[in-house]
């Protein structure tokens, strides 16, 4: 058994159509992913190779079922023009078997070959998650996204996108303006059998890579539409930074489908799987690919391992990548028993070292220090990568640049590492992040601008005003608020919520009992939160002490909203 994270010399890398250099089996999967408008049986079709995932389309007795509907208007309206190519009855109603994909509906209603009201099936937790990423964990969100996807990469040379292992890109470009057009569940579903449409539904809550994660069985034509069994190992940490996928949760999903025993499988993502035998044997496969995983991380948890020694000893047997399904082209096996060791015991593995580290830029000026300086270290790393001991090159230049007095000499170094590790990785997720990471380092593609909490319009379309003024919580500056105690109330176009800032935290509130009240739009809200206007140059009427309505403003870390506070 070999660790497939990356490659330690160069034969596996090859050149791509757009002058990428890439792995093999990362540049391999575009044939797994290829844009294809599938008939899955008499039907039931699936457009892969549109966006980022499928779009099914499940012909029922009173039209058509729709089973999620992409990243944008845009992607929907491409994958409902190959559909008008093969039927032209009704849509009758949409299913999202998660949160991730629904930003299409609306181009459904426009259409307008559609039932009048269209209903919408999905988990209660759908508009709550999309809430969520846009909410309190907006700019960790999106800026995982950049790395995770290759969004600030360039379309062609050597750091060119290849594909991002669920699809070709995020955002397709052939989908811009990425109009969003979500529309909200209408009908909840979770376990239990519904008609939908006329047919009768089996459905199973089966948490993925998204708690509101639902499968679908349609008995009538022997056809499951999931989101469990993916083209590729199943990502168990998302590089991206997501909540913790326990196996636990995950692998019952997979058991129902087995147990399910459909003749067609259709995912959310990859392509469609026929025949019962196969499909009972790949996703028994996939299931005991996260079994083995987890079982392997707590054997090495009770022998006293630690996270490293963990993630080092437990390598996925050749077995598992046999095909694309159970190979680590999105994400690797050594973190995801990373993610698993830390799901199950937290942060602290028992290496005595972690209990009470130096702080990080202290630390490593030790080290530097230790080994002889500054340019022995650059010196070392230098030679670490010229014989390819590309895990040691990286420690040694990761030393320089996180430490005091670096210089664009040592980002440099430590960039040329993770283009090596880009070329030589089978995993498109890991492509992607350290091939942002060196772009920002050598500023070929800066990425500071995701460094701060954005307020998108776009992302907050959703989202109540009063939700995003109780956002404004996690930005607070504890420094700056040492010694306040004071309560603010917000009316944003009618809707009332409030602040109270005291012991250093900012406490969500209706409003009530304020000791001021500011009164602005929604509009001039988002654009102050957005940066685009300053607070003091913003169309805001106060009632109140105005004293404090300054002295809570003060306390966060947002240059508009603080702007003049103390000038």
Known sequence: MTTRSFDIDARNVVLAPNGARVHRDHLAQNSVIERRFHEVRDGVWCMVGNGLSNQTFIEAPDGIIAIDTGESVQEMQMALDALREVTSRPIAAVIYTH???????????????????LPIFGHQRITHNKSRAAGEIGPSYSRGLVEQFSIALPQDGPDGNVNVGLGFAYRNPAHAPFTPGFLPVTHEISDGVFEIAGWRVLTRWSPSDADDSVNLFFPEIDTCVHNTVWPTLFNVFAIRGEEYRDPRVLIPGIENIVSWAPEHLVGTHGQPISGRDRIISVANRYRDSLQFLWDQ????????????????????????????????????????????????????????????????????????????????????????????????????????????????????????????????????????????????????????????????????????????????????????????????????????????????????????????????????????????????????????????????RGCFDHEALAAGVGQ
């Open 99 to 117: 949160f991730h994909y629904v930003e299409g509906t609306q181009a459904v209603v426009e259409e307008g070959n559609c039932a009048n009201p």
């Open 297 to 552: 991380t707590v054997r090495g948890i009770n022998k006293g391992w630690t996270a490293d020694e963990v993630a080092a000893r437990v390598v996925l047997p050749d077995l598992y990548d046999s095909d694309y399904l159970t190979s680590e082209r999105y994400g690797v096996a050594e973190h995801h028993v990373r993610q698993i060791y830390a799901g199950l015991r937290g942060w602290f593995d028992g290496d005595e070292s972690h209990l009470f580290p130096l702080e990080t830029a202290r630390r490593n000026a030790r080290l530097i220090e230790g080994f002889g300086g500054r340019d022995e270290v650059a010196r070392q790393a230098v030679a670490a990568f010229d014989v390819e001991d590309v895990r040691w090159g990286l420690e040694l230049a990761t030393w320089l640049v996180r430490s005091d007095a670096v210089t664009q000499q040592d980002r440099d170094l430590l960039a040329r590492g993770l283009r090596i590790v880009a070329e030589r990785t089978p995993a498109a997720n890991i492509r992607s992040w350290v091939l942002t990471r060196a772009r920002h380092l050598d500023r070929s593609g800066p990425m500071d601008r995701f460094y701060g909490h954005p307020f998108g319009s776009k992302a907050n379309a959703h989202t109540a005003s009063r939700d995003v003024i109780h956002t404004l919580r996690v930005l607070l500056d504890p420094v700056r608020a040492e010694g306040v105690d004071a309560h603010l109330c917000f009316v944003v176009d009618g809707e009332m919520a409030g602040l109270h800032v005291r012991n250093c935290v900012a406490v969500p509130t209706d409003g009530k009992g304020a000791a001021a009240t500011v009164v602005l739009t929604r509009a001039v809200l988002l654009a102050i939160l957005g940066g685009k206007v300053q607070w003091h140059e913003a169309d805001i009427a106060i009632t109140g002490d105005a004293s404090v309505v300054a002295t809570v």
